[in-house]
């Protein structure tokens, strides 16, 4: 059995594909191998998940050290190294894509040692404390099972001490405070100094990673999308990059085409001096979109150029994750983009209209799809006045009955009643609400978060980022604009203009009339 297979420039991809290496260290070995910017890695295939994993298991030790040499080669850094330290990722990627279901840890191989050694290589201390901070958070809710609650308390007070709204604004002064917090609060938790061995760090990131294939979020998508529990995840380990390096750094996620309508558009969502967490986590407003396109307008070039190459590589539309260190770009994944039904159908015939694909294979990205059932939705003109207007992640229209919480969703479902569910960040456990849920309405996140890529899957209306939205849960009650609505309150979303209603509109449908004409006409050439 193959131990770990390289990910660098000039490696030929795994035989055994996808399904050896998961999808996600498969599409870096192919993006590799065309010259993309893809930070050196190695991947552990889904072949060790057969195996039982203790974090001291000699043979995982083993792979792991061969593969960090591997790192340290490549880049001419050293794994937990007082100079020139080098830091890895440890990401989960099953076969088949499951946005958000498995867990990830950045900043692997930080401790007191390490920190010093990353102020010395970048000058800039922000960004190392930055980084630590994170690795601690990361590693206590993935790795060590902690509550998260306390560490946002940590975080909370830290900007409320600083007086600054948000965690970009702290400084390396502040971020080393709430360091030492963090490792106190680790320490109190599990009665145990947090790990400063980046070995063990990485051995047990690897390990928890692996064990994320079970979670019960991760067993319920793979039951809603007919997925098979066999098959098992791999885990890729990638020399870190940083988007948290400051005004010329960032992290941002990418699809090359619209996912909601299909429309041939880079459509990304980015957060400067960022971690790629921030941006698909859900936690944070994202607001950095045109900013990208005025103050690093080489990277957005760039950016649309990797686009076409992507389609050109993979035959499809891509949902593709980047980050920006210091003006240079880097690609840290790439995997078929999910989209709605009527995405799928305009994808299809714009990249067969555009010879990207012929007629029989843009057929075959329509598998699964009803195309009698495509349609779209909308409100009439002047239907009512909106109570305000949220960025979209999932085009149509719903109405229903607020629902804060998932348990809401399937009690409305249970009375045969559509339910809205309104959460404050929607995250990927809550995906059984999702499924059940007419619509989806969130205060934070943006519009490529996990969740609202999922969404868009299962496809749901989502509305994401509503200004003035404010959730009180223990009153079952939450306020948008000022007006006060209560749980079972009807509510309406329109995914085509962002708006959010109170009260039932009745919906308008529409076909795509123009694409299945050239379906049909496809289909009668061949014939």
């Avoid at 979109?289 to 539309?317: F, H, K, Y």
């Avoid at 009512?384 to 149509?396: K, N, R």
């Amino acid at each position: 059995m193959v131990e770990f297979y390289p990910i660098m420039r000039g490696m030929t991809p795994a035989r055994g594909g996808a399904a050896e290496v998961g999808g996600k260290a498969w599409n870096l070995m192919r993006m590799a191998e065309i010259g993309l910017p893809v930070p050196p890695a190695f991947v552990l295939p889904t072949t060790w998940r057969q195996r039982p994993l203790p974090e001291n298991e000699p043979a995982l030790r083993a792979a792991l050290s061969q593969g960090i040499a591997r790192l340290e080669g490549a880049t001419g850094l050293n794994f937990g190294g007082s100079r020139g330290p080098l830091l890895v990722s440890v990401r989960s990627g099953a076969a088949i894509s499951m946005p958000g279901m498995m867990e990830t840890v950045l900043d692997v191989g930080l401790n007191a040692e390490a920190v010093a050694g990353l102020v010395r290589l970048t000058g800039n201390p922000r960004l190392a404390w930055d980084s630590y901070r994170r690795l601690i958070q990361g590693y206590a809710e993935v790795v060590a099972g902690l509550p998260t609650a306390p560490f946002d308390t940590l975080v909370a007070d830290a900007l409320k001490q600083a007086s600054v709204a948000t965690e970009r604004e702290l400084d390396h002064r502040d971020l080393r405070s709430l360091t030492a917090k963090m490792l106190e609060c680790y320490q109190g938790l599990t009665k145990g100094a947090f790990p400063s061995d980046p070995d063990e760090q990485l051995a047990a990131a690897v390990a928890a990673v692996f064990r994320s294939w079970d979670a019960p979020k991760a067993a319920t998508y793979r039951r809603l999308n007919g997925l098979s529990d066999d098959a098992g995840t791999a885990v890729t380990v990638q020399t870190m990059v940083y988007g948290n390096a400051g005004g010329a750094s960032g992290a941002g996620v990418a699809f090359t085409r619209n996912p909601a309508t299909g429309a041939r558009e880079l459509y990304f969502d980015f957060r400067f001096n960022a971690q790629g967490e921030d941006v698909v986590a859900g936690r944070q407003r994202l607001g950095d979109n045109e900013r990208l396109r005025t103050a690093l307008p080489d990277i957005w070039r760039r950016l649309n150029e990797i686009s076409r190459q992507l389609e050109a590589l993979a035959g499809d539309a891509q949902d593709f994750e980047f980050t920006v260190q210091s003006g240079n770009l880097y690609l840290l994944q790439t995997r078929r983009a999910k989209r709605t039904d009527w995405a799928a159908l305009t994808i299809a015939v714009d990249m067969a209209e555009e010879g990207l694909l012929a007629p029989a294979k843009a057929l075959v990205l329509l598998d699964g799809v009803n195309l009698d059932e495509v349609v779209r939705t909308s409100f009439a003109p002047a239907a009512a006045q909106p109570l305000t207007t949220a960025e979209v992640a999932g085009m149509g229209v719903a109405c229903g009955v607020l629902a804060l919480d998932s348990d809401a969703v399937k009690r409305a479902s249970v009375a045969g009643t559509p339910a809205i569910l309104v959460r404050h960040e929607t995250v990927t456990a809550d995906i059984e609400g999702m499924a059940l849920a007419a619509g989806i309405l969130t205060a934070t996140g943006g519009r490529t978060s996990h969740a609202a890529v999922v969404a868009r899957q299962l496809g749901k209306v989502c509305l994401v980022a509503c200004p003035n939205l404010q959730i009180d849960l223990a009153k079952r009650q939450c306020r948008i604009s000022g007006t006060q609505l209560n749980e079972g309150d009807f509510l309406s979303l329109d995914g085509n203009s962002g708006a959010v209603y109170a009260g039932k509109l009745e919906p308008l449908i529409e076909r795509p009339e123009r694409a299945l004409r050239a379906i049909a006409d496809w289909r009668r050439v061949a014939a």
